[in-house]
C-alpha cells in the first residue's frame, strides 16, 4: 500500500506534518530513499572499518567523547547510552505530538546523513500504524538536541529492536521533538491568525466603526504584505454593510485598536509567515551530529543541533500573538462600555432592575490574556549554566519550552476570542445596521451556539463557542474571503 505521505528526508511540509499528527495519516519512504540511507550506512561502516574516530560510533559521547568502543561492544553501548540518557520528566505528550515527531526524526534520517540503516527508518515509520502509539514525557530538553524526549520515545518504541554503529546517538542527537512541536504550534497559530481577521470585521460591525481603518490607501502606503493580505481579508466580509457610506461613522476618530486593528493584526501575521519559512526549513534540515557526506564518502563532526534561529522566531511569534490578543481585548471591552459602544452598558437589552449585561465577560478575558502575556517572555537567551559535559555543552535554545508555551497561548487566545464572538454579536444585534454579507454570515454562526442575550438572560455557555472557534470554521470565513 502506497504511504500518504513520501519521506525523503528533503521534501517534508507543514500541511504532511498535519496531516500524520492530526488525521492519522500513513508515512513511509520509496526505493531511491531507501537506497540513498543504505549509501549512508556504507559510508559510515566503512569508516569505522578503518577505524577512523566517529564521535558517537566508536567512542563515548559529551565529556566520554575520547573514550574508545569496541565494534563488538557497540549492542551493549548502544543500549546502555539510551538509558543513561533517558533524563526526562513531565507530562507526557498528546498523541499529534508523538506522531510528529516520529515523521520529524523519520525524516531527519531519511536523509542519508546519519549514517543509520533503512530498517531502523521503517521501525520508526511502522509504529505510526500501530493501534497503540509509544509513549513520550515532554520535559528535558535543552534545545540542543532533544535528548530526554526523544529517548523516551526511542525506548518506548523499539523496544528489542537491535541497533547498529551510531544509531543510537542518532535517536537523540538532533532536534526532531522541538520542531515538531513548533510545527503544531504554528498550525494552532495560523488557525487563531485567520480566526481573528474574521473577527476583527465582526468587531469593526458591531462597534459602528469608521471603515477608513480598511481604505485601500493603509495597504498603498505602507506596503506591508501581510497588511494587503489582512485588509483585503477584512474589507471582503464587511462588503455590504451600511458602515461602507462614510457618513454613517459615529466617530471620526475609533479607539486605536479599531483604528489600528489592520496594522496590528499584520504585525502578528508578517511574523507569522516569517517563522513559517524558517520552519519550512527545519523541518528538512539535518540537525545531528556526527554528518555522513555521502556525495564525498566521508564523515564530519558537526554542529548542525543549534537550532536558534527557530527558537528566536518563536520566541518572536509568541510576543506578536501576545500584541494581536491584547489588541482584541481592548475591542471587546470598549463595545461592552457605555461611554464607547453608545448603546447601553454591558449591552444591556434594557436598564433597569439589575438587568444582566455580558460586561462579566471583560473580566475572564482580562485574565486571560494576562495569562498568555505571561507566556510570551522570550527563552532563547536563557543560560542557566555553561558547565554541561564539562563545559562543552556550554549554550542552550530551550526550543521545546518556546513552542510549548506558543501552544499554550493559542489555546487560551481561542477562548478570548469566542468571548468576543459573543460580545461582538450581540452589538450587532443591539446596532441593528446592514451588515455586509460576510458579517452577517458569521454573525449567524455564532447565533447556531450563542443565543443572543434576552430580558433576564444570561451569558451563553462559552464551550461550545470555543468549539467552534477550535474547529476552524471561523477561520474559514477569512480563508474564503
Known sequence: MTPDVAVTGASLTLAEVDAV??????????????????RGNAVLVAALAHDERIYGGNTGVGAGKLDAVQLDEETRFNRVMLLNHRVVAG????????????????????????????ELVEE???????????????LGSLGIGDIGPLVDLSI???????????????LFDHNSFGTASSALAVLDCMRLADTLDATIALDLEGFGANLGAIDPIIAISRPHPAIATTRDRVASLLVGSALEDRSQARNLQDPVCFRSSVQIQAAFRDVLNRTRAILDVELNAFQGNPIVIVEEERVQSVGQFSVVPLALAIDA???????????????????????????????????HGGEPGREMLSHGMTSLVGELRLLAAPVANELPTTSIEEGIEDTMTLLPTAARRLSEMCAIGERVVACSLIVAA?????????????????HDLVRTVAPTLEPHGVIPELDPVEALVHSGAVAAFARTS
Open 21 to 38: 499528527a492530526h488525521r492519522g495519516a500513513s508515512a513511509g519512504i520509496d526505493d531511491a530513499t531507501r537506497e540513498r540511507i543504505r
Open 91 to 118: 507530562p507526557y505528550a498528546p498523541e499529534p505530538l508523538v506522531r510528529a515527531t516520529i515523521l520529524r526524526v523519520a525524516n531527519h534520517m531519511a536523509s542519508g546523513r546519519n549514517g543509520v540503516r533503512p
Open 124 to 138: 520508526l515509520l511502522a509504529a505510526l500504524d500501530r493501534p497503540t502509539l509509544p509513549r513520550m514525557r515532554m
Open 156 to 170: 518506548n518504541l523499539l523496544g528489542d529492536f537491535e541497533l547498529g554503529p551510531s544509531e543510537a546517538l542518532a
Open 317 to 351: 511569534l509568541r510576543q506578536a500573538l501576545a500584541a494581536a490578543m491584547t489588541i482584541q481585548l481592548e475591542r471587546t471591552i470598549k463595545q461592552l462600555q457605555l461611554p464607547f459602544n453608545g448603546l447601553t452598558r454591558g449591552l444591556r437589552v434594557h436598564e
Open 426 to 442: 450581540q452589538a450587532c444585534d443591539a446596532r441593528g445596521h446592514r451588515r455586509g454579507s460576510g458579517t452577517q454570515q458569521l
